[in-house]
């Protein structure tokens, strides 16, 4: 028996704005379930604190600097080619213009609507959690 890959450690943003909708952007499609939508975050470097590797993504990704975050929950999920640690924080405050910076497109979900976007499998423990 194979030895399964180390799962890929990733840091994971729930961002809400003033109308309570989330931020949610689309995967490229040429990446790892690609095409599919997700909440903004990035793997974790060998150096980094979860919350660290958040505030840089989010920074990277959606031109925000996070003012205070809290830990939401833990998802490990194996989709067979590729094994993740989903640590998801939701976001509590932050400065900047929210934008996707990384050419992806983007939009502002309300909770309620989040399940008629088609996610990778891991994420969907985070919409039932944010749903209830």
């Not at 450690?9 to 689309?26: D, L, Q, R």
């Not at 509590?92 to 989040?114: C, D, M, N, T």
Request: net charge negative; proline share 4%.
């Amino acid at each position: 028996m194979a030895n399964s890959p180390k799962a890929v450690h990733v840091a994971v943003g729930v961002i809400n704005n003033a109308n309570g909708e989330i931020f949610i952007s689309k995967r490229h499609k040429d990446l790892h379930q690609g095409d599919k939508w997700e909440f903004p975050g990035g793997k974790v470097e060998a150096e980094e604190t979860v919350y660290d590797a958040l505030v840089r993504e989010l920074r990277e990704e959606c031109n925000i600097q996070v003012q205070s975050a809290s830990p939401l929950t833990v998802i490990h999920h194996n989709y067979g080619d590729k094994r993740v640690v989903l640590d998801v924080w939701r976001v509590i405050s932050f400065s900047g213009e929210i934008a996707q910076r990384e050419g992806q497109e983007w939009r502002w979900v309300p909770v309620y609507a989040l399940q008629a976007y088609q996610f990778p499998e891991a994420n969907e423990a985070i919409i039932d959690l944010l749903i209830d």
